[in-house]
Nanobody, 118 residues
Framework: QVQLVESGGGLVQPGGSLRLSCAAS???????????MGWYRQAPGKQRESVAI???????NYADSVKGRFTVTRVSAKNTVYLQMNSLKPEDTAVYYC?????????WGQGTQVTVSS
């Protein structure tokens, strides 16, 4: 079993920044076999979408809507992934979910709310 715990969400004004964190814990086998970690988001009434994913070898992939504004990083020793969000827009408002792929299994966090509003 793996637990993913997100933190760092909140209310921010347009143009502001937030840094999300996701710490993975639990089954040692899965923590040592991580294929990718990253972030998805879901706004009310909309489909969940991929935001930023980083692979085992450190290659990041970003949604076009966040490219140039968001940065995903991972600290392997801490089993933690971060999402630095800059130049935030109201359209970024959503629940952000941490996700991990490990040993062919998919794991999800509970989500953290990000609200971008004046």
């Amino acid at each position: 079993q793996v637990q993913l715990v997100e933190s760092g969400g909140g209310l921010v004004q347009p143009g502001g920044s937030l840094r999300l964190s996701c710490a993975a814990s639990g089954n040692i086998f899965n923590l040592n076999a991580i294929n990718s970690m990253g972030w998805y988001r879901q706004a009310p009434g909309k489909q969940r979408e991929s935001v930023a994913i980083i692979t085992r070898v450190g290659a990041p992939n970003y949604a076009d809507s966040v490219k140039g504004r968001f940065t995903v990083t991972r600290v392997s020793a801490k089993n933690t992934v971060y999402l630095q969000m800059n130049s935030l827009k109201p359209e970024d408002t959503a629940v952000y979910y941490c996700h991990m792929m490990s040993a062919g299994l998919s794991f999800w966090g509970q989500g953290t709310q990000v609200t971008v509003s004046s």
